[in-house]
């Protein structure tokens, strides 16, 4: 017979809720059982997070500022007035409703609103669970859209080296196979094709590779998928956003269907709306994800062309085979309606780009400590990177002294901060940024 279950995990000390985190809780990227220990967060209001305990080295009840908005998604900070409002007056009128055969005003408001704030021609919505199941329905898009028109050999992808679209099969199979958290897999995931990474700046070598490369392999090319502008896990790097232009022109020559993958980028977080406008660009689908709302629930979405609707209709097949339980949920459809009306009842471009200068200025430092390779900054998004592998512990202690929240990966210290962090805040999480990278 199985054990019973114990009493509810409520108001244990610090140290046993850590110890039963230790041999039960498996956390992202980490082993079983862990070997380094989280901090306890009991509460978060505003752009800081409230730690439980009562002080000491370890951070423990300390209150932070987050750098980092939860990874990237909590764009209007934590405890919203408005956005909690909206999760409590949805919460009344039903949680969740089965998206087959019914539909519900939040999820068609959030299409509504996805469709009118996108680049031009993106018509069609479908609603997911995450950012790479996004990723995983926007190729199955594409894959299904060439196989009913009758062009099943045009399955394979291209993207360029450094990208990461998350960690689902098909979205692994498109990161960078070489030196990334996926390389474990190579030899069981689809075998796609992989342009050079993309300069900082624009080189017509670069964009004549390109076009070489797709017109090589338009034959059995579904789609060319990227992150534009900004590379997000694979490393956090910046490119022109001539390049966007030269794919959709390459695409188009060739007939290949073009997926920018806005999950780290859209709402705000490069400066635009969107990336694909700073090249006023729209490719044939689209995902969104992480900040569609505000950081309070898990949502996505994948939007497309009529054209790649109407291709998929075509076929023996007319239906997206594709339909998550939890699709449409009415709750975080409900709160991703309110957040994209946040956004765009302020003045968020004046906002991020306030962040922008904060971030430039006190970042600025970084550049003189030993082993920094580069410092960069793009909208609400900052930079630096090393010459070696940072010691991700000890950068994270030097952080949380600084009285901030950072989450340094392989050869960076990188900020993604809430649009509502103030001056001194940014400030404060410079410091942070530098102490990080100095002591990592």
Not at 172 to 198: K, N
Request: charged share 20%; proline share 6%.
């Amino acid at each position: 017979m199985p054990e019973r279950p114990g009493p509810a995990v409520t108001g244990l000390p610090v140290a046993d809720l850590l110890d039963l985190d230790r041999r039960h809780v498996w956390h992202p990227y980490g082993p079983m059982p862990g070997r380094q220990e989280p901090l306890v967060v009991e509460s978060a209001a505003g752009v800081r997070l409230r730690l439980a305990g009562e002080g000491g080295e370890s951070g423990q009840g300390a209150e932070l500022v987050d750098g980092m908005s939860s990874w990237w998604s909590a764009i209007h900070g934590y405890n919203h007035p408005v956005l909690n409002e909206a999760v409590r007056d949805q919460l009344g009128r039903m949680s969740h409703v089965m998206f087959g055969g019914l539909t519900h005003e939040p999820a068609v408001g959030l299409a509504k609103r996805l469709v009118d704030m996108s680049p031009e021609g993106l018509e069609h919505v479908f609603l997911a669970d995450s950012g790479s199941v996004s990723v995983e329905v926007a190729i199955k898009m594409c894959l299904q859209h060439w196989r009913s028109l009758g062009q099943p050999e045009k399955r394979r992808l291209l993207t360029w080296r450094g990208g990461y679209h998350g960690d689902t099969w098909q979205p692994m199979a498109v990161c960078d196979p070489e030196g990334g958290m996926h390389e474990l897999w190579s030899g069981a995931l689809p075998r796609h094709v992989f342009a050079d990474a993309p300069p900082t700046g624009y080189e017509q070598a670069y964009a004549d590779h390109l076009h070489e490369l797709i017109g090589r392999h338009a034959h059995e090319l579904a789609a060319v998928i990227v992150e534009p502008v900004v590379q997000g896990a694979g490393g956090m790097r910046f490119h022109s956003p001539a390049y966007l232009r030269v794919l959709r022109e390459a695409c188009d020559a060739h007939d290949v269907l073009l997926v920018f993958d806005e999950i780290a980028t859209g709402f705000g977080r490069t400066g635009a709306l969107f990336a694909a406008e700073h090249a006023s660009v729209t490719p044939d689908v689209m995902c969104v994800g992480k900040a569609l709302t505000g950081g309070y629930m898990t949502l996505a979405a994948t939007l497309c062309t009529a054209r790649v609707a109407d291709g998929i209709s075509r076929g023996d097949v007319p239906v997206l085979a594709h339909g998550p339980t939890f699709m449409g949920n009415p709750l975080a459809a409900a709160v991703a309606c309110a957040s994209i009306d946040l956004l765009l009842g302020q003045d968020w471009a004046t906002e991020v780009k306030r962040i922008e200068s904060g971030l430039r200025e006190s970042l600025g430092a970084a550049s003189e400590l030993p082993g920094v390779r580069d410092v960069r900054v793009l909208g609400a998004i900052g930079v630096v990177q090393l010459d070696h592998e940072i010691d991700m512990a000890a950068a994270t202690r030097a952080a949380v002294r600084e009285g901030v929240w950072l989450r340094p990966f392989r050869d960076l210290v990188y900020t993604m901060p809430p649009y509502i962090t103030g001056d001194e805040d940014l400030a404060r999480i410079g410091r942070a940024v530098c102490a990080a990278a100095r002591e990592g």
